[in-house]
């Protein structure tokens, strides 16, 4: 995952290395791959492969595209001398969040994963009773702790 530091703006987005017209050829090419094998088996009678062809076709072809709407997803966190903006984008939903700089505190605590199991750190930036999670989806736990201790920083150094 990408994580740019511009000083008083931390923002982290999924790592997108591939453009949306290397992803079209990427599926292209494995559909094409996929239609001759399939093809292959049933030109000698093994006909019943061509829905699973045709299943597996469809199936990296929505995991694709599913890649591509999340690909402008993002949080920041945007400091300055009065207060602290929390924003996320995950697919079309945008949410902006605002705390006062002094009372804000940057905690870190474990967090349910699947069926209630303690999987994770967050990081959790809060204050007056409400709290935000940033980087849940996007991060590691080294870097959620590390990405603690700088924003500990950065809050204590603005003035």
């Known amino acids: 995952m990408e994580i740019s530091d511009c000083g008083r703006r931390i923002t982290i987005r999924p790592n997108n290395s ?8 990427v599926v292209l090419s494995l ?16 006909w019943l492969v061509l829905p699973f062809a045709g299943l597996e076709i469809a199936v ?3 995991a694709f595209y599913m890649v591509y709407v999340h690909s ?15 924003e996320k984008k995950s697919r079309e939903k945008f949410s902006k969040t605002e705390f006062k700089r002094y009372w804000a505190q940057i905690t870190e605590r474990e967090v349910e994963g ?16 409400k709290d935000v999670e940033f980087g849940r989806d996007f991060i590691t736990d080294a870097q959620r702790s590390f990405l603690a201790r700088e924003l500990r920083q950065k809050l ?3 003035h």
Do not use: C, P
Request: hydrophobic share 50%; no cysteine; net charge positive.
């Open 72 to 86: 402008a997803d993002f949080e920041s966190i945007t400091i300055d001398d009065t207060f602290i903006v929390i």
């Open 156 to 158: 204590r150094n603005i």
């Open 18 to 25: 591939l453009s949306a017209k290397g992803s079209v050829r």
């Open 60 to 62: 990296i072809s929505y």
């Open 114 to 129: 699947s069926y209630g199991v303690k999987a994770k750190k967050g990081l959790f930036i809060s204050s007056h009773g």
């Open 31 to 46: 559909v094409f791959i996929v239609l001759l094998v399939a093809s292959g088996f049933a030109s000698i009678g093994a």
